[in-house]
């Protein structure tokens, strides 16, 4: 990664914005390659609408991180239209070890783990949603480092993931102050529920998606 785009590889081209960022300095070498240097302030990736997550029964989203700081609310990703149509990450909620993941279409509802994210340490966190599941427990599964965390949810999970319009912003909410502290390395989505083991592998590789194949 360099300059001020961070490109989707996706083929889709929802290439994000660096905003508030600076790209010769935010942009840094990691000994997971070339990563995103967030502030835990202002930062963020402004992405634009993805209409291909949205009004979906099944989503997979995966990323890349490490958390420098002990700062509360700190997103992962960050979509809304208001209060009940909305959909990101983030850690904290009084506690910044544990991974929430709200997903509200009309009603809010949200899962979070137990205390699991450390300090300084590159970890993965997959988002797996399946709106035909009969419970909120069937309907969302937090992974960490490839393995399902068990979770506490409030509300009910939707059938589907909201249609929010807007932009999709990554290590932020859009011109929020909570932006994620640290590097971030990559961020995948799928618009399928990906399997344990197809998860437990990505976190074992996370660049196999991306890694040219040999011939």
């Known amino acids: 990664g360099a300059g001020?785009?961070?490109?989707?590889?996706?083929?889709?081209?929802?290439?994000?914005t660096l905003t508030g960022m600076d790209p010769p300095t935010d942009w840094v070498a990691t000994e997971m390659g070339r990563a995103l240097a967030f502030n835990g302030s202002t930062d963020y990736v402004l992405c634009p609408n993805m209409t291909e997550l949205e009004g979906q029964a099944e989503v997979t989203l995966f990323f890349l991180a490490m958390r420098t700081s002990a700062s509360n609310y700190r997103q992962y990703y960050h979509t809304t239209l208001d209060a009940t149509h909305r959909m990101f990450a983030q850690n904290g909620t009084g506690n910044p070890t544990r991974i929430y993941a709200t997903i509200a279409n009309g009603t809010n509802a949200f899962g979070y783990t137990g205390a699991v994210l450390p300090t300084g340490i590159w970890h993965s966190i997959a988002i797996a949603f399946n709106g035909g599941g009969t419970a909120n427990a069937d309907r969302l599964k937090i992974f960490y480092n490839g393995m399902p965390e068990t979770?506490?949810?409030?509300?009910?999970?939707?059938?589907?993931?909201?249609t929010t319009g807007n932009s999709f912003a990554l290590g932020n909410v859009e011109a929020g102050s909570n932006?994620?502290?640290?590097p971030m390395a990559l961020a995948i989505a799928w618009t399928r529920v990906l399997l344990a083991g197809e998860i437990a592998s990505?976190?074992?590789?996370?660049?196999?998606?991306?890694?040219p194949r040999r011939v």
Do not use: Q, V
Not at 4 to 16: E, F, I, P, Q, R
Not at 202 to 211: N, V
């Open 151 to 162: 979770l506490t949810f409030s509300g009910t999970l939707p059938a589907t993931t909201p």
């Open 202 to 211: 990505l976190a074992a590789d996370p660049f196999c998606m991306i890694r």
């Open 179 to 182: 932006a994620w502290p640290g």
């Open 4 to 16: 001020a785009l961070a490109h989707d590889l996706s083929g889709y081209g929802h290439d994000g």
